[in-house]
């Protein structure tokens, strides 16, 4: 993972968040970002792709929540939206269990090892047929984000009997 320290230090960090992410949170996080966003005159496609990064990035992490109601402040999550150089990064961590991070890697790792056009192949039979073999329904929404994103990594680190799972996106601010 990397360091949060560097992260902070080395680029422009224009939103943090770290606490419970429900969809309340979810909408401030978006409204901010976009504000900050259109606030530094950024392109309206770059607006979009990184509004849209951003959602799917937290929608995944409250879909995924499979923790009792009584330990939602245990498991808490962080989102960090920052400003490298010429690029938009997305990061977030959040707790997942073995069973997920099985699906996570299985996922991401079939997403990683497509070209975009296989991509976009997948994500075009997925909405015209309702389904794919490769990747579930679910799942279309991270196709469209490795679409529009120009790269990502993810990492998992042990958290007692679970794991923190990162994921960070890189959107450039130039084609």
């Known amino acids: 993972m990397r360091s949060l320290s560097k992260i902070l230090y080395t ?37 979009q792709r990184v509004y849209n990064a951003i959602n799917e990035c937290v929608e995944n992490v409250i879909k995924h929540n499979f923790f009792p109601d009584d330990a939602l402040l245990h498991y808490k999550s962080l ?3 920052s400003m490298g150089e010429k690029c938009y990064l997305i990061d977030t961590i ?12 299985e996922k991401l790792t ?12 997948i994500k075009s ?38 794991f923190l799972f990162s994921i960070n996106f890189k959107i450039n601010t130039t084609s």
């Open 125 to 162: 039979h997925i909405l015209t047929t309702g389904r794919s073999e490769e990747i579930s329904n679910e799942g279309l929404g991270m196709v469209d984000l490795v679409l529009k994103t120009n790269n990502f990594n993810f990492h998992f680190k042990e958290y007692g009997e679970n």
């Open 11 to 47: 680029n422009n960090v224009l939103f943090s968040y770290y606490g419970f992410i429900d969809s309340k949170v979810l909408a401030q996080v978006l409204n901010i970002t976009k504000s900050k966003l259109e606030g530094n005159k950024e392109n309206e496609v770059v607006v």
């Open 110 to 121: 079939f997403l990683n090892s497509k070209t975009k056009a296989e991509l976009m192949n």
């Open 79 to 81: 989102l960090l939206i």
């Open 94 to 105: 959040n707790v997942v269990n073995a069973i997920q991070k099985q699906a996570i890697i």
